[in-house]
């Protein structure tokens, strides 16, 4: 119940930031292989329990390497629970990498050269996510330019944060 209250948000939710904390307790305990592809697939049997047949479940792959694991080690991970959810489940499932805004702007040109490499393993897209107040999204230009170029679908956040009046 402690936990739940910690990463449960109701509608008194002030902001975006105070939204995203819940996110620093759920994935420090996604460090490992075998949790991320465990909740990879509990996503999906949740949803697939709410009839819901496709899928595209967005995550960053760079909140999960604090204990060590790098980014392909992740991805696989992510790759296999979506794999087995297939399988098992009868649906599809798809990943939408994100970049993060308040990171520096060369992760975000990593994670979308790795959404990239993971197309065939099921990555649609790349996005931005993140806290908006003080991140301008123009710094992570480089990463939206590569998506671009390889012509994988592309969401922004935006607005959510900082107002509709943030949108350029």
């Given at each position: 119940e402690t936990i739940r209250k910690m990463i449960a948000v109701g509608n008194d939710c002030k902001s975006l930031e105070e939204y995203l904390k819940a996110f620093e307790i759920t994935t420090s305990v996604l460090q490992e292989p075998t949790a991320i592809t465990r909740v990879m697939y509990e996503v999906c049997e949740d949803a697939r329990s709410d009839g819901v047949l496709h899928l595209e479940v967005r995550f960053s792959p760079i909140l999960h390497t604090n204990l060590g694991?790098?980014?392909?080690?992740?991805?696989?991970?992510?790759?296999?629970?979506?794999?087995?959810?297939e399988r098992?489940?009868?649906?599809?499932?798809?990943?939408?990498?994100?970049?993060?805004?308040?990171?520096?702007?060369?992760?975000?040109?990593?994670?979308?050269e790795v959404a990239w490499r993971y197309r065939p393993s099921g990555v649609v897209g790349f996005d931005l996510a993140g806290p908006e107040q003080g991140y301008n999204p123009s710094t992570h230009r480089k990463a939206f330019s590569i998506v671009r170029q390889k012509c994988l679908n592309t969401t922004l956040h935006s607005g959510e944060g900082a107002g509709w009046e943030s949108i350029e």
């Open positions: 694991l790098n980014l392909s080690q992740v991805m696989d991970a992510v790759v296999e629970g979506r794999e087995l959810a098992r489940l009868g649906m599809t499932v798809r990943v939408i990498v994100c970049g993060m805004r308040q990171m520096d702007a060369t992760v975000s040109t990593t994670l979308a």
